[in-house]
């Protein structure tokens, strides 16, 4: 397994930009495939974006399409999730995970490393 940090989250109003950052650490984490997800009060943990552990296969939950960008850099062992044009729906826990094995997952189920979380707050 890799241990998973992140930070950059923070309380911002709609229309703005944030960038999320998950320091991964731990043996061959570059063979790791990588995920965004989030969490609202009262809902289930879901998809925001994924790579591939190459770095070359990006892909995202259609509710951010177009507005958030998620990058690996591997020579950091880094995660970043850049996220512009936020909206109040976008407020949740951030957490970032990391799974083995196979491509373009989306489940919870299908990571087996998973960061604390990290804040994010959208007000209109």
């Known amino acids: 397994q890799v241990q998973l940090v992140e930070s950059g989250g923070g309380l911002v109003q709609a229309g703005d930009s944030l960038r999320l950052s998950c320091a991964a650490s731990?043996?061959?984490?570059?063979?790791?495939?990588m995920a965004w997800f989030r969490q609202a009060p009262g809902k289930e943990r879901e998809f925001v974006a994924g790579?591939?552990?190459?770095?070359?296969?990006?892909y995202y939950a259609d509710s951010v399409k177009g507005r958030f960008t998620i990058s690996r850099d591997t020579a950091k062992n880094t995660l970043y999730l850049q996220m512009n044009s936020l909206k109040p729906e976008d407020s949740a826990v951030y957490y970032c995970?990391?799974?083995?094995?196979?491509?373009?997952?989306?489940?919870?189920?299908?990571?087996?490393?998973w960061g604390q979380g990290t804040q994010v707050t959208v007000f209109s």
């Open positions: 995970a990391a799974g083995i094995g196979g491509n373009g997952r989306t489940r919870v189920d299908d990571f087996g490393s």
């Open positions: 731990g043996r061959s984490v570059w063979t790791y495939r």
């Open positions: 790579v591939s552990y190459t770095g070359d296969n990006l």
